[in-house]
């Protein structure tokens, strides 16, 4: 908000569901620059990322971002202060996956730290957490081959020959409980982190049953997808909780345990049944570093369903593969977030989320001391998910990130038409082998029903029938979504449109409403919002639509915008809030508000008044706290 005589500002962007602040670029959190400027001296744990310049590729990366981050703090002179004094010291942790370090500091001193030209941002250490799990049940040792994997066809691999043989798993978690007979001998390594990020001397062990559940789904025996894979496991999340340097030291750990960039020992696909409700820039570095170095990354998208805009990073990272739940049926959980989710900041846009899903509903696995639950939630789907990549990957060696992408995408059963709720649908392992060119032929097991037959026929990875969901060009012709027709590409016009459904966008990612006017103007300057950046977009009109009717896959657009709790509505963009001497206000909606305190009876409802918007792409409103 703007430094006015109307408003006193508390400068923290509030998430709802996470009580959390995003870090941009060359910038100090939020949260830490409120404290700051309370001149608040109380020590707390910080993350301070440096600004370098990452172009090696492979699993060179990982000895090129070691060099890159030791360089900077090499070069750390007398006017760095504090810093090169922190870094030296013995408690600081060096996070060089995501090109930072841990430190505990002042928020005082974070402040005077992030004015330094090298330093690109600096933010709490804050906390992430495993998903809150849906439901739970004792359950015995499944009899034959469980519905989850027959739902997915995993069978049909098997019996070619493709169990997960020589692929790494990386497993961040609650832990793992090595000792369970179907574990056995499936734990290539295995390392506890504390929440600063520092390595913990202990034997492997799980500290719920969480971990233990989601390692059974990847390599159990008979419960997993991949049989023959091993996985490489990070306690990073004691009791369901840890921190963002614990998860960044455990994806580093899998990423090369060795510790040593010149052997070969780490994870090929990495799975993280963990997140934080809302879009964290914080983890676009890692990501895409992992990304760079050719590991998989499969994120559970998040349990906070089924409200449209719900899930959690980084599962909703549009360069991660962000995993729903759906039933035995096939159908969405009604737990499994829904995207769409609006990006702002490095990664911007609105996008389509989830982009896969996989069973979740009552999810039969290993658990501590030998024993069996039935869980369900997006942290069982994204397991499931990522041992499907090893099985992929055991057929298909050295298959790229993006070629893996392709093949599940493509062969799911939403393939043509993804959408908010299941992505491109739910996965089929023996659709996906297939379009990477490897054919299971028929399941050699007659016990087992036999699995859902591949939505399309497979056919080599060169011509693909749906179109991939990010080609390297932009397709000819921009997408719609289903039941849809092209009136326009971007820069055109649309005729013919009162009171119709329009969309724009293109390949699964659109915004949508009704028109008012018999022709509108391509563009993104007439939608408000670029719903697919860099691409040749498209407008649409529904057909035989009449308006009322909502789009498939729509930005979600309520007719009033939602307080916080304790608040109350006092007027939409745009309008006037009335009443409000000494009260505290708030400015925002769907769950993303700035709050602070009117100092004057009246203030206007808009972003120049704050100062920024909280939530871009989302109808906002000014609220007054209850008395």
Not at 375 to 384: D, E, F, K, R, V
Not at 487 to 515: H, M, N, P
Request: aromatic residues 6%; glycine residues 12%.
């Amino acid at each position: 908000m703007r430094k006015s005589k109307k408003l006193l500002t508390l400068l923290g962007a509030a998430l709802a569901l996470s009580g959390a602040s995003q870090a941009s670029a060359g910038s100090l959190s939020p949260t830490l620059l409120q404290k700051a400027r309370a001149g608040d001296q109380t020590p707390i744990g910080v993350i301070v990322r440096f600004n370098v310049a990452n172009t090696a590729q492979g699993r060179a990366l990982f000895k090129n971002l070691r060099g890159q981050l030791n360089s900077q703090i090499a070069k750390l002179g007398p006017s760095a202060g504090f810093l090169k004094q922190a870094v030296n010291s013995q408690k600081a942790t060096q996070l060089w996956l995501d090109q930072s370090v841990y430190l505990p500091m002042t928020p005082v001193q974070a402040r005077a730290v992030s004015q330094l030209p090298f330093v690109a941002a600096v933010f709490e250490n804050f906390k992430v957490q495993i998903p809150r799990v849906v439901a739970m049940s004792n359950a015995s040792a499944p009899a034959g081959t469980p519905t989850h994997l027959q739902q997915i066809g995993a069978p049909a691999a098997w019996a070619a020959g493709f169990k997960g043989q020589n692929i790494r798993i990386g497993h961040l978690d609650s832990g793992i409980d090595p000792s369970h007979p179907e574990l056995a001998g499936k734990v290539a390594a295995f390392q506890e982190f504390n929440g600063e990020g520092d390595r913990v001397s202990s034997q492997p062990h799980d500290t719920t049953d969480h971990g233990t559940h989601t390692a059974g789904l990847l390599v159990g025996s008979k419960v997993g997808v991949a049989p023959g894979a091993k996985v490489i496991s990070a306690l990073v999340l004691p009791n369901n909780e840890g921190t963002f340097a614990q998860v960044i030291a455990g994806m580093q750990y899998v990423l090369d345990p060795d510790n040593n960039a010149d052997t070969d020992d780490g994870a090929d696909v990495v799975n993280m049944s963990l997140g934080i409700p809302g879009t964290w820039n914080e983890f676009i570095v890692p990501v895409n570093n992992m990304l760079k170095a050719g590991v998989v990354p499969v994120f559970a998208i998040g349990n906070f369903g089924p409200a449209a805009g719900s899930t959690g990073s980084p599962g909703n990272l549009p360069q991660a593969i962000g995993v729903g739940a759906v039933d035995s049926n096939g159908q969405v959980a009604s737990f499994s977030s829904r995207g769409p989710v609006a990006w702002q900041g490095e990664i911007s846009g609105v996008f389509t989320k989830p982009d896969i899903a996989a069973p979740g509903v009552n999810i039969t696995s290993t658990v501590r001391n030998g024993g069996y639950q039935a869980m369900s939630g997006s942290s069982q789907a994204s397991p499931i998910t990522a041992g499907a990549v090893a099985v992929l990957l055991s057929a298909k060696p050295g298959a790229s990130v993006d070629a893996i992408k392709n093949a599940l995408f493509t062969s799911a059963s939403n393939a043509s038409a993804k959408n908010n709720n299941v992505g491109f649908g739910q996965i089929s392992i023996p659709g996906a082998l297939g379009k990477l060119g490897v054919s299971t032929g028929t399941p050699s097991q007659p016990t087992p029903p036999t699995p859902p037959a591949p939505p399309t026929t497979p056919t080599p990875p060169t011509t693909p029938t749906p179109p991939a969901p990010t080609p390297p060009a932009p397709a000819a012709k921009p997408t719609g979504p289903a039941g849809y027709t092209l009136c326009a590409v971007e820069g055109g016009r649309c005729s013919g449109a009162r009171q119709k459904q329009v969309a724009f966008g293109t390949d699964g990612r659109w915004i949508s409403g009704t028109s008012t006017d018999d022709t509108f103007e391509c563009s993104v300057a007439e939608w408000g919002q670029d719903p697919y950046p860099g691409k040749t977009k498209g407008c649409f009109i529904k057909s035989g639509s009449t308006g009322g009717t909502p789009a498939p896959t729509p930005t979600p657009t309520p007719s009033q915008p939602v307080a916080p709790a304790g608040y109350t509505l006092c007027a939409v963009l745009g309008g006037t809030c009335k009443d409000a001497t000494n009260r505290e206000v708030a400015f925002g909606g769907a769950g993303r508000y700035l709050f602070g305190r009117s100092t004057d009876a009246t203030f206007n409802c808009s972003v120049a008044e704050w100062g920024s918007d909280p939530a871009p792409g989302v109808q906002k409103g000014c609220f007054l706290k209850n008395r």
